[in-house]
C-alpha cells in the first residue's frame, strides 16, 4: 500500500498549495502550519513501496501504517473542509444585509482558528510517525506511471466468457446428476453435497449441474439460494419464493413468507442448490419443513466444512479436488487473455506459475489478470519470482490473491478495497460504484476524458484482472460481483477502518471511517457516535425506520451516504449540515418529501430519488446545487420537476426529467453541454418549440425518450391525433448528437418515427452501437438500421403496426464495409402480435446500388436471434442460410411457423410454444436441440450433427425421435412429460453462454 501512499501525498500536496494562495486563509499563522503540514507530507513520499507488507509481519510496524492510514484520513479530511469553506464564501448571499462583509470576516476567524487547531494536531501526529526511520526508503523509487486507456468498447468485440476447463469437473457433474436423476422416484427430500476449499470450483460445479438439461426437465421447480455468512431469513425466504414462480412483495414477515413458499411448491418435484453454507442452521431450522412439502426435493449443498454436510444428513458428498497443472495452464492462457499460440515460448514459465497456484481454479483467474498486463517472458518471470506469501496475512489469503493486489497500479486498490465492503454476492453495477469511487476521491482526471469515464475505466480493468465477476447476462459487463475470499481480502486489509457489519461482526471501530449494514442487522447501532466516518451504506434494510432529527450534525466527514430500500419515511432537516456530502442515495425508499436544508449541501454531486413512490414534490432549494452531475429522478412519484436545472452545468447523468407546467422545459436541455446519459420521461407533456435542444451536446452517449403506457402490455395508452401529432414535432427537435451509443425509444405513439432515425443514419448517428425500439405501436415502418455501420445490438418490441418486415429494416447497407449490419451480434424481435412475413431478400437491393461488382453480405457478425412471442409469423426468411456467424437462435410464441429449415451454421437451437411447428430439416450443424410445448412437432430431417435432444411436453416426441435416429447418428435423447404449463424448462441463461 505503500503507492497508494505515495498516491494520496502527491495528491495532497498538490491540494495544500493551492489553499496557500487561496484568500479563505486569512491568518498568517494558519498559512504558517499548512506550509509546515505540506513539508511534512514531502517527507512520506518517499515512504518504501512494501510498506503495508511489512505491516502485516511486524506489529510494531503495523502499529506504525494504522497511525499513519488514520492520519491520512485526517488530510484528507481538512483537505476538504478547506475546499468546501472556500465554496461557502464565494457564494452569493441568499439575503442582502448591510452586515455581510463584517459577518464573513468573522466567519473567515472563526474556522481559521478551528482549522489552525486540527492542522497542528495532525503535524503533531506525522512529527511522532517520523521517528520511525526505517519505514523511508534512502532515495525515492521511481513509481511505474499508471494512465488508463478509455476504450470505445462499441469498436471492439467483447471477449467470450470462459468456458468450463478440464475434464475432472465435466465428469464430476455429470456423475452427480445421474446419481440426482436416478434418486428422482423417492418422494422424500435427499440432500447431496460438494465440499472443498475456498477459491476452488465448488460455485462452478454446482452451476454445471444445476443448468444441466436433464436436472431441468425431471423437477418442476429451481431455485438456487446464495447462503454466504450475512444471509437473512426473510431474504432467503423470498427469494426461494420469487425462483419457484410466484410473487411475495407485499410480505414481510417470516410468520407471511413461509405458509406462502409452502403453498407455492406443495405437491411438486424441486431441485434446490444452497450454495456457501457456513452452519446447517440455515436448512435445520429455516428451510427444511417447507421443502419437505414438495412431492420430492433433492437438495444440493456446497460448503467448505464436511460437519455441515454430516448434520444435513447428506446422502452423497463430491470433494472437489485441486485442479492439475495441464488444466491449469489453459485456465491461465485464457482468463490472462491471450491466444495460446503467442505464449508457447512462456509455456515453461506458465507451468511453473500455476505450480504456485496450488491447483485452485481462483488463484489461477487471478494471477491471469496479473499476467494480462505483462507482454514478455521476463515480465511473466519476474511475477513468478516475486514475493508470493506474506506473513501475517490468513492462510487462504495469501498468495496468489495477495499477489493479485499488489499488483495493482495506486488507483485500482483503493477502488478494488472500496468494493469489498460491499455486502456478500452484491450486484456490483458499473455506473453506480463508478460515482462511489468519484465522490471518495480515488479517480484522477486524465487527458482529455471526464472523470466518470475514468471511473468506468477502472471498473473494467478490475474486470479484466479477474478481480471482479461479470453476470454473464449483462453483454456490455455493466454488473458484476466479487468472489467471497477476494471479498475476505480486502476487509482484512482495511479493518482498521473499514466495517461490514453483520450478526457475527457487529462491534463498531472507534476510529471508522466506513460503515456498511446488513440487511440481517435487527438493532441499528448509534451511527451518531461515528465522528469520524465519510462512507455509510445501508441497502433493503426495512429494520432502519427512523434517523435521529440531529444524527447529521455529528458526522461532518461523510461523503457517501446511501439508504437504499431501507424503511425511513422521512429525512430531517439536519441532513443540510453535511456540507461535505457528495453522493446521496435514497432510491426506493419511503419518504415523501425532502427538506429545503438540502439545497445547503454544497458538495453533493450524486442524488439518486429512483422509485421514491411516495415522493411527489421536489424542494425548491435542490436547484442552488450547483455540482450535481447525476439526477436520478425516475420511477418517483413527482409530478413537478422545477425550473432551473440549466444550473446544473457538470451534469453527467440526468434520468427521469419531464416537462410539467411551470418547471422545467426541454430547452433546457441545450444549455447542459456535458451531458452524456439522458432519459426523459412523460414526452406527452412536452410542447414542441423550434430549438434542436441536443445539438450542443456533443458528449451524448445514452438516451431515453419514454412515453408514459398502460401498465400492461394488453392496456396501452392511446393518445388524441393532436396529442400524437405534438408527441411527433417534440421527438424531431431531440436530434441526438453523432456520439450516441445507446438509444431506447420507449412508448412511442407517433405513425412514423423520428426523422433522425430513418434518413440517413448512417451520418446522422454513425456510432450507434445499441437500438432498443421498445412499444412503438404505431409506426408501420421501422428505421434503416442496415446502413449502420457500428450497430451491435437491435430489440424490437412491441411494435403493434408493423405487418411485414422487409427491405426498409436492411436500408442502403454500408458501403465500407460490403454489408448490411456490418458489426451487428444481436437481434431481438419480440412481442410482434402483428407481424406476418419478415424477408432478407438483398438481391433487388443490390441490382440497384453500386457496390462495384461487390455482393453486399448480411449480418455477418450476427450470433444470436431471438424471437419471441410473434404469434403471426408464418415463416423465417429465407435468406437467413445466408448469415454466415448465426449459431444460436430462440424461437418462442410464434403460432403460425410450421418450419425451421435451412441453417447451416446454427449450433444451438431453441423452440418452445410454437402450436404450427412441424418439421425441423437442413440444420446439418446443429448440435443442441431443446423443444418444449410444441404439440405438432413430428419431423425431422438432415440433422446429421445433433448431439442432444430435449424434449418436454411435446405429444409426439416419440415419432420425432425416429425421424433423428433413423440418420444412425449418436444422440443423447431425453424426453419428458411434466405438464409445465408454460414455465421455462431450459435455462435462459443458455442464449447467453
Known sequence: MGTILDALTSKFLTKLGEIIQDEVVITLSVKKDIKRLKKNLEHFSAVREDAEALAMQDRGIESWWKSMTDVMFDVDDIIDHFTVHSQKLVQPPRLVCCNQSLFSCFTKLSFDHRAAKRIKDINEKLDEIKMNREMFSLERTNHQQFQMTVVDRTQTSPIDELEVVGKDIKQAADDMVKMIVSNCHENKSTVFGIQGMGGIGKTTLAQRIYNEQRIRERFQVHIWLCISQSYTEIGLLKQAIRMAGA?????ETKTELLPHLMDTIRGKSLFLVLDDVWKSDVWIDLLRTPFERCLNAHILVTTRDLDVLAEMHATYTHQVNKMNDYDGLELLVKKSFRPYEQISESSDVGYQIVKKCDGL???????AGVLSTKRTKAEWESIRDSQWSIHGLPRELGGPLY???????????????????????????????????????????????????????????????????PKPEFVDKCVSTMHDLLRSLGQYLTKDHSLFMNAENNKALSNLRRLCISSAIEEIPAIEEQKCMRSLLI????????????????LEHIRILVMSGTGIQSVPESVGNLVMLRLLDLSFTKINKLPESIGSLISLEYLSLRGCYKLNSLPASLIRLSNISFLHLDQAAIDHVPEGITKFQQLYNL?????????????????????????????????????????????????WLHCTMGMSTHDRTHYQANEVERIQQVCEMLIPSPSLLYIFLVGFPGVRLPEWLCSEPEHKLPNLAHMHLNECISCSQLPPAGQMPELLVLNIRGADAVVSIGAELLGKGVISAAAFFPKLELLHIIDMRNLESWSLNTGNLCDNMDVKNQQLVLMPCLKRLLLLDCPKLRALPEDLHSVVNLKRIHI?????????????VVVWLKVKNNRCLRRISNLCKLQDLFAQDCPELDQAESLSSLKRLYMVDCPNAQQFRKCVLKEEQ?????????????RDIFPDESLYN
Open 247 to 251: 410473487t411475495c412483495d407485499q410480505l
Open 361 to 367: 481454479p481462483l488463484a489461477i483467474k487471478v494471477v
Open 403 to 469: 499477489l493479485s493486489y499488489s499488483n495493482l497500479p495506486p488507483q485500482l486498490k483503493q477502488c478494488f478495497l472500496w468494493c469489498a465492503l460491499l455486502p456478500p454476492n452484491f450486484d456490483i453495477k458499473r455506473d453506480a460504484v463508478a460515482y462511489w469511487w468519484v465522490a471518495e476521491g480515488f479517480v484522477r482526471k486524465e487527458h482529455k476524458y471526464s472523470v466518470h469515464e475514468i471511473a468506468e475505466e477502472y471498473y473494467h480493468e478490475l474486470i479484466r484482472r479477474n478481480l471482479l465477476q
Open 539 to 554: 441497502f433493503n434494510n426495512k429494520n432502519f425506520k427512523s434517523l435521529n432529527e440531529d444524527i447529521f450534525r455529528k
Open 655 to 703: 434520468r427521469g426529467v419531464f416537462e410539467s407546467g411551470t418547471g422545467f422545459r426541454l430547452d433546457e436541455l441545450q444549455c447542459l453541454p456535458n451531458i452524456q446519459r439522458l432519459s426523459v420521461e412523460k414526452l406527452e407533456k412536452a410542447t414542441p418549440g423550434g430549438a434542436l435542444v441536443l445539438k450542443k451536446s456533443r458528449n451524448l452517449r445514452e438516451l
Open 892 to 904: 418462442e410464441g410464434a403460432h403460425k411457423l410450421q418450419e425451421v429449415a435451412n441453417l447451416p
Open 970 to 982: 449418436d444422440v443423447l435423447v431425453h424426453a419428458a412429460t411434466l405438464g409445465g404449463d408454460g
